[in-house]
């Protein structure tokens, strides 16, 4: 893949008014996430530190804890720390729940109870709920162990209930790590197992309480250890067995963990992922020996060894699992309550792909766009093939483009790329049936294909589930064959609109993307027409383009059933691409058929302001004029 010279200065790029002003007493100062220190022992501690991720320098007090621990869960999302259970010399395996919130210092507050006391869990979460293991449970020093799973909701004070249970051997000193979608368990001890330290992986999905599922095996068996995210790799660094080295996995695949690089620190120390660093505080440099008060750090996409990063306030070590970061697994830092994202953090909810497509002869780049920011697309990578009029659908974390034409055939195949890092796409799984222009939409945990040409026109509604590689799955039916729809979604409803059913229509179809089932009529489009694109927020969908040529911008708002007004034109008339693209904000239309006129194909960028109805504005210009392509974004239809 071609390097652009300009990709990294396009991704720094932040605007006076993300900035945010704060008191320097009680507040933190601007600086993008913060990471979490909470109790440890060797002595046992009460101490609650933090730290700016995004720099260097030793850490500061935060405040304290209601009892001194060891071993408990600490989870984080943008608005609140949660810490849970481990030990307290009083009562041993504690029930508690506790929290801070992380944009203003102070001592923890009551949060609930957990079902059962328990000591050296693992806790993983995404922006809205945590899942924790068990590990010791039960009352005082009780060794007794389960597989059971607790989960509780950062915006709901109260007691934890049951989410599933392990696929594993009950156990304790286990290590997680998460992403939006998916949290993941790893190894830990079981004493009365032969071997007593275990391998096993285990991941569940946040959207649905159940038990987990195998992922694969650590490299190396080992207990008292840590685990973070950048959001695509899980990491599990140190434990009593598996000395200063570091694992890896890809959290959103599955299969065995690899080796990826050393820190000083040589277990029980506590981690964190902030960005593109993971930093490991505390522990000890030799097993048995002192704790240290060492915090040290290293580029997740690097693989270098680690360096150092400053001191904690006190020495101690932490079993693994006392430590977060408001930007665990990737998760947004919310800019009105932290400060300034860290540059290079953009990609986690501003970018946008255009896949594959004709320019006139068919290719396989990827550009990526950064939605919030005028500017010209920079390449990112390569599908499998070269294709075009195929789908995509994006999530926070990925895009999958499925179908399509493969070298002048019809193509079954569907392409996963992250949004996080740039780079090829890879195979995910089949769609049911080889076929051309399908509509194309999602939410956050399905990616949803309607229509397209097999020859024939075929009404055909199949998905995927983003979190769970493997072939496309029956949705239902459209109300009428059709391809070359335009479509949008919010995070529950998806909606395709024109298309030729069989010739150019107005007719606008939805469904309920969590249930499966056939479409249902939502109303008429102000025109009939074919080849168009859709956009959108969690209230509006978007319209736009119209084949051979056209301007016409239209809108519906999602959550109620109705005909379709004018929005306002594009700034060029044309057909456009499939495929949702933008923020809850703004949406994107890139280029496009147009007729007649030489070159026949469009390299522009425009965009909208979803909010308020008007024409559209130059955004910037594509990599090179292409038309039949799919588009994607991490942030539609209020992801």
Not at 199 to 217: K, Y
Not at 393 to 399: F, L, P, R, S, T
Request: aromatic fraction near 8%; include cysteine.
């Amino acid at each position: 893949m071609a390097t652009n010279p300009n990709r990294r200065n396009a991704r720094g790029i932040w605007k006076l008014k993300n900035i945010q002003s704060f008191k320097q007493d009680g507040e933190y100062p601007n600086g993008g996430a913060i990471g979490i220190f909470a109790g440890g022992g060797g002595p046992s501690s009460n101490v609650i530190d933090f730290i700016q991720a995004s720099s260097t320098g030793n850490a500061a007090d935060f405040g304290d804890l209601t009892a001194t621990t060891v071993g408990c869960s600490t989870t984080s999302n943008s608005t609140r720390c949660l810490v849970s259970g481990g030990y307290e010399p009083s009562v041993q395996w504690s029930n508690k729940i506790s929290y801070i919130t992380p944009s203003t210092k102070g001592n923890t507050a009551d949060f609930g109870n957990l079902t059962t006391g328990c000591g050296y869990p693992a806790g993983m979460s995404n922006n809205t709920r945590v899942i924790q293991s068990n590990g010791h449970e039960g009352a005082g020093g009780s060794t007794a162990l389960n597989t059971e799973m607790d989960t509780m909701l950062f915006a709901s004070l109260g007691n934890s209930t049951d989410f599933g249970d392990m696929t594993s051997p009950a156990k304790y000193g286990e290590a997680a790590a998460s992403n939006s979608v998916r949290g993941i368990v790893a190894g830990g001890r079981d004493p009365d197992a032969s071997p007593i330290y275990i391998n096993d992986i285990d991941m569940f999905n946040f959207a649905s309480t159940g038990s987990a599922s195998d992922f694969g095996d650590l490299l190396q068996a080992t207990h008292y250890f840590g685990g973070c995210s950048d959001g695509t790799t899980a990491l599990f660094i140190n434990g009593t067995q598996n000395a200063s080295s570091t694992q890896a996995v890809q959290i959103m695949s599955t299969g065995n963990a690899t080796d990826f690089n050393d820190t000083a620190i040589h277990s029980n120390g506590a981690p964190m992922a902030a960005g593109n660093r993971a930093i490991n505080a505390g522990g000890r440099t030799s097993n048995p020996g002192p704790a240290v008060n060492i915090i040290e750090y290293f580029d997740i996409k690097s693989r270098a060894d680690a360096v150092d990063f400053g001191d904690l306030t006190v020495a101690r070590l932490f079993y693994g699992p006392g430590a977060d970061s408001t930007n665990n697994g990737g998760q947004e830092v919310t800019p009105g309550q932290l400060g300034i994202p860290r540059p290079g953090l953009e990609h986690l909810k501003d970018r946008a792909f255009i896949l594959g497509g004709q320019t006139p002869s068919t290719i396989n780049v990827v550009d990526s766009i950064l939605i919030s920011s005028k500017a010209n697309a920079i390449d990112f990578g390569d599908l499998t093939g070269v294709r075009d009029q195929q789908g995509a659908a994006g999530n926070h974390i990925k895009a999958l483009s499925s179908n399509g034409k493969l070298a002048g055939s019809n193509d079954a195949q569907t392409d996963s790329l992250h949004f996080a890092s740039e780079g090829n796409a890879t195979n995910f799984g089949d769609a049911s049936l080889h076929r051309y222009s399908p509509a194309s939409l999602g939410n956050d945990t399905r990616a949803v294909f309607v229509g397209g040409h097999t020859p024939s026109k075929v009404n055909t509604i199949d998905f995927h589930v983003f979190a769970t590689e493997g072939n496309a799955s029956d949705f239902g039916d459209a109300t009428t064959v059709l391809n070359k729809a335009g479509s949008t979604a919010s995070s529950t409803r998806g909606i395709t609109g024109g298309g030729n059913r069989p010739n150019a229509s107005n007719v606008i179809d939805y469904i309920t993307i969590a249930s499966t089932g056939n479409s249902t009529d939502f109303g008429d489009l102000t025109v009939a027409r074919s080849n168009l694109g859709g956009g959108g927020s969690s209230v509006r969908g978007l319209f736009a383009g119209v084949y051979p040529v056209g301007n016409v911008i239209d809108f519906v708002t999602i959550s109620s059933t109705g005909d379709a007004s004018d929005f306002g034109d594009l700034t060029v008339s044309r057909s456009t691409q499939n495929g949702s693209m933008g923020s809850n904000t703004r949406a994107l239309f890139a280029g496009g058929y147009i007729y007649p006129a030489s070159p026949a194909v469009s390299d522009v960028i425009d965009f909208v302001t979803i909010a308020s109805t008007g024409n559209a504005a130059d955004h910037g210009d594509l990599t090179a004029g292409r038309q039949n392509h799919a588009g994607a974004s991490n942030g539609h239809g209020g992801l």
